[in-house]
């Protein structure tokens, strides 16, 4: 699903924030990116859902060679992967039920099926009440679940996350990556970029160790 | 459009999201409509003043064709002779170009001539008429260049007639009427592109405020073309606003301009009413803010959409 092969990537003229990194990620895993802050989980996160070019060395990411995909092909690709930010990234001028529309909108689906699916969406996350609420109002934990709502309700083939469970609590951190792994064992490959090593751990899942924009360590076989 | 659809599936979802686009960008001008509402009035005003001033000037031609002053073109007749000037009446009579014609032979003008002047006995001295006899045309149309070819043709059936024609006056009209169509064109072209350039502003300045919904849209796959169909529904919505309020500032700009105008021809000895416009002529208006709408938002969204992360 996701390939690696020496990935450098330098913004302007400062040191590398990814260095030569190469990684394989097989269809249908979960694995997980760690390392501290500024070690490159976040670029990594970028380069793989096409959101950055590398500056060097090749990616190849669901059938697609992303160092050289086209700007107009971009879109294509991009729609085949979720994403789920630390900062929700919600839009506060609509409603729950029309931040997770937008993939569907996107898409172009009828009015029908997107609505059965954005609500499939927030009562697999446990927020169908929710689905008029504009996402203001509700507590973080709840808005980052939206968040992942709006990841998953296209039904990409690949979810990436960032720091999904940075700003909260250890109870609601564990219930967001059970989330993830319920998404995993419905074939959906993950990758998930968390510093929560205890978390982390307990998942009992491959994890590729960044510092500095190096991988540093590996453990569990498919990483 | 997702993979492996067929297009004809695909359509009514394409129709769905262009009525949700329209929506969406009729609910965010709802939101300010004091910023709206100034948009379309620059709009309209703009559309309005080259549009009063066409009103105006096609008036004014209009004007011109009820001062009686037809275009003429005099033959005289004192050294053709009879058998040329027979073949002359001929070719007047088919001549489509002729709206009508008169022989006015030399005793009847004599009398007339007389007739006209305070002393009469004044002529009695005379002992030969010294006038020819005349043949008046008055063409049927006032356009130079008809005017122009009768009055070769007339010339070239009868060289030794001598020919007067009065068309310059028409020539004259029509090339102060051709510049003042001009002068507007450039005015309303001019006119036109700033009224492009603000509503691009106004569009790149929306765009601004959509910035995370476009990165999370990006994000999740949106091409160029979906994230602008709200813009382009945005400025053609602004375009019709713009065209509609232009349309209402002519016709007040007609009403109130009506009475003043008639008083100045009266003075003149003139029956003169402003005409008002074709029902075509301000559908074409509300056409033009149309166009120059969408235009802007394409511009001003281009622009904003290529910047934007």
């Known amino acids: 699903m996701i390939q690696l092969q020496r990935v450098t990537k330098r913004f302007g003229s400062a040191s590398d924030a990814l260095s030569s990194v190469s990684l394989r990620v097989d269809a249908g895993a979960m694995a997980f990116v760690t390392g501290p802050s500024g070690a490159g989980k976040s670029t990594l996160l970028r380069l793989i859902a096409g959101l950055e070019r590398p500056t060097r060395g090749r990616i190849r990411v669901n059938g697609h060679e992303l160092d050289r995909l086209s700007a107009r092909a971009i879109p294509r690709f991009r729609r085949s992967i979720g994403l789920v930010f630390q900062d929700h990234r919600l839009l506060f001028d609509r409603p729950v039920f029309d931040n997770v529309a937008l993939p569907l909108e996107i898409l172009a689906y009828r009015r029908p099926e997107m609505r059965k699916r954005v609500r499939a969406a927030l009562d697999k996350v446990g927020l169908l009440h929710k689905e008029t609420a504009n996402p203001r109002t509700l507590s973080a934990g709840e808005q980052q679940r939206v968040g992942i709502a709006r990841a998953i309700v296209h039904r990409p083939v690949l979810l990436l996350a960032d720091e999904p469970t940075g700003n909260l609590d250890p109870a609601l951190s564990q219930e967001i990556l059970a989330l993830f792994d319920d998404f995993n064992r419905v074939g959906m490959t993950a990758l998930i970029a968390s510093h929560d090593q205890e978390l982390i751990g307990r998942m009992g899942k491959p994890v590729l160790h960044l510092e500095n924009g190096r991988i540093e360590a590996r453990g569990g076989a498919s990483a | 459009m997702r993979p492996g659809r067929r297009l004809i599936d695909a359509l009514p979802a394409w129709l769905d999201s262009h009525r949700d686009a329209a929506r969406r960008s009729l609910g965010r001008r709802l939101q300010a409509p004091i910023l709206s509402l100034i948009t379309i009035a620059v709009l309209g005003f703009i559309l309005a003043l080259p549009a009063y001033l066409w009103v105006l000037l096609d008036n004014a031609r209009a004007l011109s064709a009820h001062i009686d002053h037809d275009p003429r073109i005099?033959?005289?007749?004192?050294?053709v002779d009879e058998e040329t000037a027979g073949r002359l009446e001929d070719a007047l009579d088919d001549d489509?170009?002729?709206?009508?014609?008169?022989?006015?032979?030399?005793?009847?003008?004599l009398t007339t001539y007389r007739d006209s002047l305070p002393d009469p006995e004044l002529l009695d001295w005379l002992e030969d008429n010294p006038l020819p006899d005349v043949i008046d045309v008055v063409p049927a149309s006032t356009q130079p260049d008809t005017v122009a070819a009768l009055r070769e043709d007339l010339r070239a059936l009868a060289p030794e007639a001598g020919l007067v024609a009065d068309d310059e006056?028409?020539?004259?009209?029509?090339?102060?009427?051709?510049?003042?169509?001009?002068i507007l064109s450039v005015v309303a072209a001019l006119l036109g592109l700033g009224a492009v350039l603000i509503l691009a502003l106004a569009t790149a300045s929306e765009l601004r405020e959509r910035q995370e919904e476009i990165a999370i849209s990006r994000i999740s796959g949106a091409t160029h073309r979906f994230l602008r169909r709200p813009s382009l529904y945005?400025?053609?919505l602004t375009g019709f606003g713009g065209g509609v309020f232009s349309v209402i500032l002519l016709l007040a700009g007609v009403a109130l301009s009506r009475e003043p105008l008639t008083e100045a021809a009266a003075a003149f000895d003139l029956e003169f009413t402003l005409r008002l416009p074709h029902a075509g002529d301000l559908l074409g208006l509300i056409l033009a803010g149309l166009i120059l709408g969408w235009l802007g938002a394409r511009l001003g969204s281009g622009h904003a959409l290529r910047d934007a992360p």
């Open chain 2, 74 to 79: 005099a033959l005289y007749l004192d050294h």
């Open chain 2, 96 to 109: 489509e170009r002729v709206a009508r014609w008169e022989r006015i032979d030399a005793d009847t003008a």
């Open chain 2, 169 to 182: 006056w028409v020539r004259q009209l029509n090339s102060l009427h051709e510049l003042g169509l001009r």
């Open chain 2, 234 to 236: 945005g400025g053609v």
